[in-house]
T-cell receptor
Framework: EAGVAQSPRYKIIEKRQSVAFWCNPI?????LYWYQQILGQGPKLLIQ????????DSQLPKDRFSAERLKGVDSTLKIQPAKLEDSAVYLC?????????????FGPGTRLTVL | SQQGEEDPQALSIQEGENATMNCSYK?????LQWYRQNSGRGLVHLIL?????REKHSGRLRVTLDTSKKSSSLLITASRAADTASYFC???????????????FGRGTQLTVWP
């Protein structure tokens, strides 16, 4: 079974530029999560999708961050414009309610550096 | 805050020794999970313990849960250099206001195992 795929793995941009991250979850997983992990901290949930609907985006800075999950499979997370404090690893995870647990499967992440 | 807090923040041991990490949390939970993160990689699920369980084993891992004290511990026996990683506890809240499937991660314990 293929895992969660993310691209790119690394991205360096200047402040005020835009950036987009892509995630392909495990096949059949209805729930998809985007996390932000700042160096030395644990992952912080940005947005949670159930199929192609948003179920929790309370921690998403909506003035600059946006995310979509068209067709309930792949997802993209965009930052526009980026700030220095957005430097972090952006993790995508997916889960399947059929498993009866909240176990999440993570991708390798995208390391963003904002200069 | 609903996130767990791991203790200690950093732990350094020799190969063959046991490593114990603790997690405390504040709200009622459905389950508590432990994840491992190697440097520069995504998180990997290790073990899940439900709120009605007190102890669980998986290979060299032993997890305990004390819901009265709102705490959990992860024991890694006979540690190896390959166990060097950050370990995070994640709680799945039981309150109705929380989104199903959402996890709250702590800041992690950095474990270093010396050969």
């Amino acid at each position: 079974e293929a895992g969660v795929a993310q691209s790119p793995r690394y991205k360096i941009i200047e402040k005020r530029q835009s950036v987009a991250f892509w995630c392909n979850p495990i096949s059949g997983h209805a729930t998809l999560y985007w996390y932000q992990q700042i160096l030395g901290q644990g992952p912080k949930l940005l947005i949670q999708f159930q199929n192609n609907g948003v179920v929790d985006d309370s921690q998403l800075p909506k003035d600059r961050f946006s995310a979509e999950r068209l067709k309930g499979v792949d997802s993209t997370l965009k930052i526009q414009p980026a700030k220095l404090e957005d430097s972090a690893v952006y993790l995508c995870a997916s889960s399947s309610p059929e498993g009866g647990t909240d176990t999440q499967y993570f991708g390798p992440g995208t390391r963003l550096t904002v200069l | 805050s609903q996130q767990g807090e791991e203790d200690p923040q950093a732990l350094s041991i020799q190969e063959g020794e046991n490593a114990t990490m603790n997690c405390s949390y504040k709200t009622s939970i459905n389950n508590l999970q432990w994840y491992r993160q190697n440097s520069g990689r995504g998180l990997v699920h290790l073990i899940l313990i439900r709120s009605n369980e007190r102890e669980k084993h998986s290979g060299r891992l032993r997890v305990t849960l004390d819901t009265s004290k709102k705490s959990s511990s992860l024991l890694i026996t006979a540690s190896r250099a390959a166990d060097t990683a950050s370990y995070f506890c994640a709680t799945a809240p039981a309150d109705r206001g929380s989104t199903l499937g959402r996890l709250y991660f702590g800041r992690g314990t950095q474990l270093t195992v010396w050969p």
